[in-house]
């Protein structure tokens, strides 16, 4: 079993809000009116917060990880793989902060990859 150092993984974990932070940085300066330009980038992040927040809640509360939480985990867990696949397709879409946004979005995906394979 592969073993990731604690730097890695507090990096890995704590990334996502920061990259939204700096995507929300960038549709402030953004100009466009479209969708694309104004509605996708502000979308992608509140979906991202609340992926971010749910998967944190659940790891501190020992609903995800570790033997015996598979039952409790799965319920959720699929779903959670299904949004944040689809905050991916959407932020690949969006125009402001699309670098950002995609690479918290894949994050986070990797994130409750994760939690699904251990579960």
Not at 13 to 24: C, D, G, K, R
Not at 25 to 33: A, E, I, Q
Not at 76 to 95: E, K
């Amino acid at each position: 079993m592969a073993f990731i150092p604690p730097v890695f993984a507090t990096v890995w974990v704590f990334a996502p809000p920061v990259l939204v932070v700096l995507a929300a940085r960038d549709l402030k300066r953004s100009v466009g009116t479209g969708v694309r330009s104004r509605a996708l980038p502000v979308i992608v992040p509140l979906l991202l917060a609340g992926l971010w927040s749910s998967f944190v809640v659940l790891a501190l509360s020992g609903h995800i990880g570790g033997f015996g939480t598979h039952d409790i985990t799965t319920r959720w867990a699929d779903w959670f793989v299904v949004a944040s696949l689809a905050a991916l397709v959407t932020s690949v879409v969006s125009q402001v902060a699309k670098g950002k946004l995609t690479l918290a979005s894949f994050l986070l995906l990797a994130l409750w990859l994760g939690a699904e394979l251990v579960a």
